[in-house]
């Protein structure tokens, strides 16, 4: 199943190297593909490559990419768990915003893309990407929420590049990665609980497994909440039960 999967995407990759069906093919250095897990269940779409990413052919390789790692690193995700992808496949000149047209000359390579990986949550970054998946406008109102069309979950957030020109609204994007990948911790597996000490509190009880997403379950880096104290912390789980008492 997933050599098929891959095979689709690898499709889709080449028609969107090769492809001609806008003006952006004249000024580009390389198209850009979506690139992650084949698997993932969530797929995080931009608006546009930008210089880095124009130069080596790859989704979020530069400083908002950067960005996105930290953020998601905060949520306690691996960047290999999930999908990243863009609106529009080229970088438009001096990074302007992409006009309709290169959007529409795009848009059926992303629906492909969400098509073939079919993940939970599509996680929409940034007012491009909102106003061509959901017709939608306003980041700064919506930012946050969950959007439900046509059977497809969707969540609005800012576009990473966003905090670095607006310092302030790192915090924010952090808290809506953290409320994304909640819900998919508490959408997928029943809770499993795990006697360990706490940290915090120092007791010896029963710890409740808050998140085990399958997304970060690669690196197997689980969330536990003490049933004490409920303190909270990204912990790789002990190989037995009997380590975690001392």
Not at 29 to 35: H, M, S
Request: hydrophobic share 30%.
């Amino acid at each position: 199943m997933e050599n098929k999967l891959n095979s689709k995407l690898d499709v889709i990759a080449e028609q969107v190297r090769a492809c001609k069906k806008c003006d952006l093919c004249q000024t580009r250095t390389n198209a850009v593909p979506g690139k992650g897990n084949q698997n993932a269940e969530i797929i995080l779409v931009g608006e546009a490559p930008g210089r880095n990413e124009d130069k080596k052919g790859e989704p979020f390789v530069g400083s908002a990419g950067k960005r996105l790692n930290e953020i998601l690193s905060d949520a306690g995700i691996d960047r290999d768990d999930v999908y990243i992808t863009n609106i529009v496949k080229c970088r438009p000149p001096d990074n302007r915003v992409p006009t309709k047209n290169e959007e529409k000359s795009c848009l059926n390579y992303i629906n492909e893309e969400i098509s073939i990986i079919n993940p939970k949550v599509v996680c929409i970054m940034g007012n491009t990407a909102f106003n061509t998946l959901l017709g939608g406008k306003e980041i700064t109102k919506n930012h946050g929420n969950f959007i439900e069309k046509d059977g497809r979950m969707y969540f609005v957030t800012y576009h990473p590049a966003a905090t670095i020109y607006n310092q302030k609204l790192i915090d924010e994007l952090k808290t809506d990665f953290k409320k994304l990948f909640k819900f998919l911790g508490e959408s997928s597996d029943k809770k499993q609980y795990e006697e360990r000490r706490c940290d915090f509190c120092m007791a010896k009880t029963k710890h409740e497994v808050v998140v085990i997403p399958k997304i970060v379950t690669k690196k197997r880096r689980w969330l536990y909440k003490c049933a004490q104290c409920n303190h909270e912390r990204w912990l790789i789980p002990y190989r037995t039960v009997a380590e975690g008492l001392y």
